[in-house]
C-alpha cells in the first residue's frame, strides 16, 4: 500500500488530469521544445537511475543475498519544474519521492550482481514501472589500502509518459571500521529517452524531437552502519547536470 500512495503521488505530479477518461491532454506538449525533452530525459534517467547501495566488498555470508527496500527522494532542478510548468503540469514540488525493492546477490568474495525494482503498476490508468540490473566487482585489494571496486549497471524507468533507459560505469573504494563502512566514486551516465502518450498520438511540433540522449558525470558517497544481520545505508549521489538524489536503504544480508 506504501508503495501505491507514493506511486499515485508521482502521477499526480507528472500529469495534472490523472484520474480522467484521458489521462493526458495532447495540448499539453504545445509549449515542448527539445531543451525541455533533453531536461525530462536527464531528470528521469538520472533521478530513476539504479542506487547500488554498496560499498566496494558485498555484505553477506556462505548464502550471499542482501535484500531489503530503499527510498530516493530526488531533488527536481529549477528548469525541470520550469518545463513541467510550460507542460501544463502545476505545483511541482522541490523532491519527488521514489521507493524501490534492493536485493543483491554475492558470487564470491569479490563479485556481486543485483537488481533494484518497483513492480508494474497501474495507477490512474497510467503505468508505473522501474529496474535495474549491476554487476560490480573488487577489482583492487590490497593490505593496508583502500579496496578499489568497478561497477557496471542498466535502467530503465517508465514513469507515466516519460520512458528513459540508462547506460552507466563506476569507479569507487571504500573505508571500513568496525561497524561502519564509508564509500565513494564517480562515473558516467548515458540516457536515451522518449517522451510519450498512452491515450493519443502526440502532436508533431515542427523542429522538435520527442526523442532525446543526454549523458552525463556522476559522484556519490554513502554510510552504511551494520548491526548484527542488518544494514542501514545513507547515500548522496550529485550529476553534472544537476539531477540530485539523497536516498536510504534498509536491508538484511544472510
Do not use: W
Not at 536527464?42 to 530503499?70: I, M, N, Q, R
Not at 526523442?211 to 544494514?231: C, I, K, P, Q
Amino acid at each position: 500500500m506504501g508503495f501505491r500512495v507514493v506511486l499515485t503521488s508521482i502521477c499526480l505530479i507528472l500529469s495534472p488530469t490523472l484520474g480522467g477518461a484521458a489521462p493526458f491532454d495532447p495540448t499539453t506538449f504545445i509549449n515542448a521544445t527539445n531543451e525541455v525533452i533533453s531536461d525530462l530525459t536527464a531528470f528521469v534517467g538520472l533521478g530513476a537511475d539504479l542506487h547500488a547501495y554498496e560499498s566496494t566488498k558485498p555484505y553477506s555470508s556462505k548464502v550471499g543475498f542482501d535484500a531489503g527496500v530503499s527510498a530516493t527522494a530526488i531533488g527536481i532542478p529549477g528548469k525541470v519544474v520550469k518545463g513541467l510548468t510550460d507542460l501544463g503540469i502545476p505545483n511541482v514540488p522541490r523532491f519527488l519521492p521514489l521507493p524501490k525493492i534492493n536485493i543483491q546477490k554475492a558470487i564470491n568474495r569479490r563479485l556481486f550482481v543485483g537488481s533494484e525494482f518497483i513492480p508494474s503498476i497501474k495507477v490512474g490508468g497510467n503505468t508505473i514501472s522501474l529496474y535495474g540490473f549491476d554487476l560490480q566487482y573488487t577489482l583492487i585489494e590490497r593490505p593496508r589500502l583502500p579496496p578499489i571496486a568497478i561497477r557496471g549497471q542498466y535502467n530503465y524507468a517508465n514513469l507515466a509518459f516519460i520512458q528513459a533507459a540508462t547506460y552507466g560505469g563506476d569507479v569507487l573504494t571504500s573505508f571500513k571500521l568496525l561497524f561502519i563502512d564509508i564509500y565513494g566514486g564517480g562515473g558516467y551516465r548515458l540516457v536515451k529517452g522518449t517522451i510519450s502518450n498512452p491515450t493519443v498520438t502526440i502532436p508533431r511540433i515542427p523542429g522538435v524531437n520527442f526523442d532525446a540522449t543526454v549523458d552525463a558525470g556522476h559522484f556519490f558517497g554513502g554510510v552504511s552502519l551494520v548491526a548484527g544481520f542488518f544494514r542501514l545505508t545513507g547515500e548522496a549521489n550529485f550529476t553534472t547536470r544537476g539531477v540530485n538524489t539523497y536516498g536510504a536503504k534498509l536491508s538484511f544480508f544472510f
